[in-house]
């Protein structure tokens, strides 16, 4: 079993940065690949970034493509999603999510455990 908390979302103006955190528990944080997902109000979660168990190869959502950067410190147990330029349509809470393969994985239905969420605002 893992729990994950994420931290770090809040209210920024268009253009600004963020970073937010994900804390995982238990000893096995390392062996799981990682994503990021959102949600805005009326849609469906999407799919933000993801990467394996050792750091490498991360994908992103073209949305976010070139503007967040995912990672990772195993060692804290704890992986990060910098977002920058943001924009008032990357507004959504955003949940971290842990899943125990070495694949990378772009769709909810492909975790196995996730966080409350934490929300992000982005003002025009």
């Known amino acids: 079993q893992v729990q994950l908390v994420e931290s770090g979302g809040g209210l920024v103006q268009a253009g600004g940065s963020l970073r937010l955190s994900c804390t995982a528990s238990g000893r096995t944080f390392r062996r799981y690949a990682m994503g990021w997902f959102r949600q805005a109000p009326g849609k469906e979660r999407e799919f933000v970034a993801t990467?394996?168990?050792?750091?490498?190869?991360?994908g992103y959502a073209d949305s976010v493509k070139g503007r967040f950067i995912i990672s990772r410190e195993n060692a804290k147990n704890t992986v990060y999603l910098q977002m920058n330029t943001l924009k008032p349509e990357d507004t959504a809470v955003y949940y971290c999510?842990?899943?125990?393969?070495?694949?990378?994985?772009?769709?909810?239905?492909?975790?196995?455990?996730w966080g409350q969420g934490t929300q992000v605002t982005v003002s025009s």
């Open positions: 999510a842990a899943t125990d393969t070495i694949f990378l994985r772009t769709t909810p239905s492909g975790y196995d455990f």
């Open positions: 990467i394996t168990w050792s750091g490498g190869s991360p």
